[in-house]
């Protein structure tokens, strides 16, 4: 069975520091998503990881993926209160038309 | 239409009684998919289609659950015999086609909440 392990699961942190997700999968996939999710809100699309290697970048955020370690991160530069969010890592499950997600990451960005 | 809609947005059910939940997709897009979205977890997937055809349900938590997308636009997820435990958030979401690099990038609707007394 595919697993998707995101640590941490909740990260609290100050306005200007940089902090990393991980996001560890089981499978050998090469594809890997990431979502933010805003309180009683649905889930956007932040980046869509398609190879080892890749590495992505908007803003204040950038992700990677390692498809040999089986692992994505999400790395926060100087962060902002309007990034305070679930972020969720998601990979294609195992050759099947579906996405498996972790648990998410709660950001909270203190001022 | 501009993004992916869902109907109801809450409902709430008492036990035994049965409930849909309709999913109207991004027009055009191809593929539709639905997940379960407990509180505090990531979303769990359920069942998707191709067009009109389901190609997966290995989601679905037992035969109380069904769902259909009789001419490839419109998805109803229907539950039988509501019980407690199928409290939850029911998202949908959609793509614009089938399986290839990239395609998987799902947008999602706002969901239906449903509580079972």
């Known amino acids: 069975e595919l697993k998707v392990e995101q640590n941490p699961l909740f990260l609290s942190m100050q306005e200007g520091k940089n902090y990393t997700i991980y996001c560890n999968y089981s499978t050998t996939s090469d594809r890997l998503y990431w979502y933010r999710q805003d309180p009683g809100k649905s889930l956007e699309s932040l980046f869509v990881?398609?190879?080892?290697?890749a590495v992505k970048q908007e803003g204040r955020l950038m992700a990677s993926l390692d498809t040999k370690a089986r692992l994505s991160t999400l790395h926060i530069t100087a962060a902002v209160h309007d990034l305070s969010a679930t972020y969720f890592c998601?990979?294609?499950?195992?050759?099947?038309?579906?996405?498996?997600f972790g648990q998410g990451t709660r950001l909270t960005i203190n001022p | 239409g501009a993004g992916v809609s869902q109907s109801p947005r809450y409902k709430v059910t008492k036990r035994g009684q049965d409930v849909a939940l309709r999913c109207d997709p991004i027009?055009?897009?191809?593929?539709l998919y639905w997940y379960r979205q407990a509180l505090g977890q990531g979303p769990e997937f359920l069942t998707y289609?191709?067009?009109?055809?389901?190609?997966?349900k290995s989601g679905l938590p037992n035969d109380r659950f069904s769902a259909e997308r009789p001419e490839g636009s419109i998805s109803t997820l229907t539950i039988q015999r509501t019980e407690q435990r199928d409290s939850a958030m029911y998202r949908c979401a959609s793509s614009p086609r089938i399986f290839s690099p990239g395609a998987n990038v799902l947008t999602f609707g706002a969901g239906s909440r449903l509580t079972v007394l």
């Open positions: 027009s055009g897009h191809v593929s």
């Open positions: 998601a990979v294609d499950g195992e050759g099947a038309q579906k996405l498996v």
């Open positions: 289609f191709n067009y009109e055809a389901q190609q997966d």
């Open positions: 990881l398609l190879s080892n290697g």
